[in-house]
């Protein structure tokens, strides 16, 4: 997505070859139209398919699951993380390791909310390991719900999250696909859109 590499490259920093900022627009700071062109831009993406409910992970993947809800026309959920393994019967859990914080944390969502009768379309603001959305995977196939795949904002391809994703047998579109960075550069796979 043009204007998505276009701001990164403006208003994103590399703080190092693995860690990208962009507190600027995407996840302290928000730029709205931006969020809801990302919305938009993932709705089609995954055209075509019977999407009943948008899955996310708090706390930056909200705003994008909202657009991406708002351009199928249908409800989105967030995971809710925890640090307590209270193991509780009406949530679906999953353990997930963090990139930037370096912890375990637990990520759970209600059985009320996802059943078998749903097709799922996941989005999150950062694919990098993938273990955020493997967990989020996880909570899918625990409830039989189908997983329709996976959108992530940005990608940071030189690290293994696609390929584990794509391993699992998941339908990934990331938006902006970083081949390569570093405090002085960043460089984008280029795509055609399609
Ligand atoms: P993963 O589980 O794919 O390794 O990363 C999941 C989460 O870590 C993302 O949802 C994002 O919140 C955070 N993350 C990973 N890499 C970066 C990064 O380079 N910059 C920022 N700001 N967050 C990141």
Known sequence: MRRLQEQILRDGQAL???VLKVDKFLNHQVDPEL???IGREFALRFQGEPITKVLTIEASGIHFALATSVALGVPFI???KKKAVTLTEDLYTAEVFSFTR?????VSVSKRYLSEQDRVLIV???LATGDALLGLINIVG???AQLVGVGAVIEKSFQDGRGKLEAAGVR???LARIASMSPAHIEFIEEQEE
């Open 172 to 174: 990934v579109h990331s």
């Open 16 to 18: 190092s070859n693995t």
């Open 142 to 144: 625990q409830s039989g």
């Open 78 to 80: 967030y995971a809710k």
């Open 124 to 126: 999150d603001d950062f």
């Open 102 to 106: 370096q912890e375990t944390f637990q």
């Open 35 to 37: 969020t809801m062109e």
